[in-house]
């Protein structure tokens, strides 16, 4: 049976509502290898682009699209990343996160594994993130992750 975006291609995009966009997008950019968004082609920013397809303005406040609010994948097979601005601060644990696997997966060595998250979590800490906590199960699972938080506090994992 064909699904209802069968005839259409469906993308993905990930949202991450924020207090501040432009320094959520300088952290993950860095962090996953992403770059900023550039304008649609003919456009100065991207509030020239909305105002050119007709945002009202009122939804273009605080410098809104004067500079990037989204990152992309530089290789174009990771999805775009949208850093929504919005009045309320973080309250709770997220209920989604991203997990940057970086060790290599159960068929490398644990200490291997161990010191490849290890440097990333120490580059991380560098763009502004903060470890919460570690999940250290070397007997029987031999799992190792690291838990931060970005600069406004949504968690993420380092495998």
Same mark, same amino acid.
């Not at 209802?4 to 993950?28: G, H, I, K, S, Y």
């Not at 998250?117 to 800490?125: F, G, K, N, P, S």
């Given at each position: 049976?064909? /699904? ?7 993308? $993905? ?10 320094? $959520? ?8 290898? +992403? ?9 100065? /920013?991207? /509030?020239? +682009?909305?105002?050119?397809? =007709?945002?009202?303005?009122?939804? $273009?406040?605080? @410098? ?5 609010? /989204? ?31 970086? =060790? =290599? ?19 991380? *800490?560098? $763009? ?11 007997? @029987? *699972?031999? +799992? +190792? ?15």
């Amino acid at each position: 049976m064909d /699904s209802p975006t069968a005839a259409n291609e469906m993308t $993905l995009q990930l949202t991450v509502d924020c207090a501040n966009p432009r320094r $959520l997008v300088a952290f993950w950019a860095e962090a996953l290898g +992403y770059v900023p968004e550039p304008p649609p082609e003919g456009h100065a /920013s991207w /509030s020239a +682009y909305w105002r050119a397809i =007709g945002v009202p303005e009122d939804e $273009l406040t605080d @410098g809104a699209g004067e500079l990037p609010e /989204s990152i992309v994948d530089p290789k174009g097979t990771g999805p775009r990343v949208w850093f929504q601005q919005v009045p309320e601060p973080k309250t709770v644990k997220n209920r989604l996160h991203l997990d940057l696997k970086v =060790g =290599g997966g159960r068929t490398v060595p644990l200490a291997l594994r161990r010191e490849r998250v290890d440097t990333e979590v120490a580059r991380l *800490m560098g $763009l502004g993130a903060s470890v919460l906590y570690t999940m250290d199960e070397p007997d @029987g *699972m031999a +799992y +190792y992750a690291v838990v931060l938080q970005d600069p406004e506090g949504n968690e993420f994992c380092v495998v």
